[in-house]
């Protein structure tokens, strides 16, 4: 019999789970949770099934035990702020989440209580981290584990650059070398030290780590970068969504077959003139090879199971979807 497959999708105004208990075949939308501020990321627990957390920037975090149906505000959450989130691969309980100004928190008994993270702002590089808006401060946009190494963490920084630690969050290190201006982090399974990043510059490369970086741009049409992930069993497979500037103006999404070093504009979806179908969220699935799913800003749910060659949509339609907030689950 086949897991229930849930994708946790996070909006403008809520979140909710669309869920599939037949291999696919058919989907089945679940109850918004409404929120004061847009989601930020969702994360799912490969530990515990059934559980997700939720950043909803300043809306604070959000924890689901029943697979979506119901989120539960973690008011114990000691920052106004929250725009990013990470599960623990192996521990339930758990669980990172980034703040503005750019700090990390850690839970470890599923967000009742909290700990700041003190080696990380204590970086030298952090007195030049800073943000566009003289009324806002620089935030950890994304938060990635090594897929190897769970004392492994990548934070990125917006607008401050690529930060990690190798001892579970004791002590982090600036990663030199690539646009400072970070949107998105992808780590890879099948390549150890392979990591993707998407700039405000473009989207960059590193197979050491974060030791050194490459620019992967050639052959798009845009610049700006604002989501990008590698296939968990190749990381020479990988997906941008790319724009003209921050406004998301004539956004396009491509594939690459070769780890962005030449890149293909996927036909029908997410490319044109109206910012509503921009893809700004796409998450591989982690049981199917494959299989990767796709948010556009305008609510559209998609699907690939060809590696993100072609695409269906999704027998689902929500108000929007936000920056980011996909996750993936089974179980």
Sequence with gaps: ???????????????CAVSSADGGKTWQQGPVTPLAHAAARLTASSAKPQRAYLAAYEAGVYRTDDGGNTWRLLDSYPSDYAHS???????????????????????????????ELDGFRAVPESEEWSFHSPTRDSHVRD?????????????GIEVGGMVSTGDGGRNWRQL??????????????????????????APYRS??????????????????????????????????TVSENSRRGNPQFYRSTDGGHSWTLVEGLGSGENPADMVVAFEWDPQETGVVYAGTD?????????RGVTWQPLPVQLGTVAVGAL???SG
């Excluded at 019999?1 to 979140?15: A, E, L, W």
Aim: hydrophobic fraction near 40%; charge should be negative.
């Design 143 to 155: 938060l990635r584990v090594a897929p190897d190494d769970s004392a492994c963490l990548y934070a």
């Design 1 to 15: 019999m086949p897991q229930t497959k849930r994708i946790y999708v996070g909006m403008h105004d809520g979140v």
């Design 298 to 306: 305008g609510g559209g749910l998609f699907r690939s199971r060809d």
């Design 327 to 329: 996750a993936v689950a």
């Design 176 to 201: 030199p070398g690539l646009d400072d201006d970070i949107h998105c982090v992808s780590v890879n399974a099948a390549r150890a030290g392979s990591v993707y990043v998407a700039t405000a510059r």
């Design 85 to 115: 989130v990470l599960s623990h691969p192996d521990e339930a309980d758990t669980v990172y989440v980034g703040s503005e100004p750019a700090a990390i928190f850690r839970s470890s008994d599923g967000g009742y209580s909290w700990k």
């Design 207 to 240: 197979d050491n780590g974060g030791g050194d970086w490459e620019i992967i741009n050639h052959g798009l049409a845009r610049r700006y970068a604002l989501h990008i992930a590698s296939a968990p069993d190749d990381a020479e497979i990988v997906l941008v």
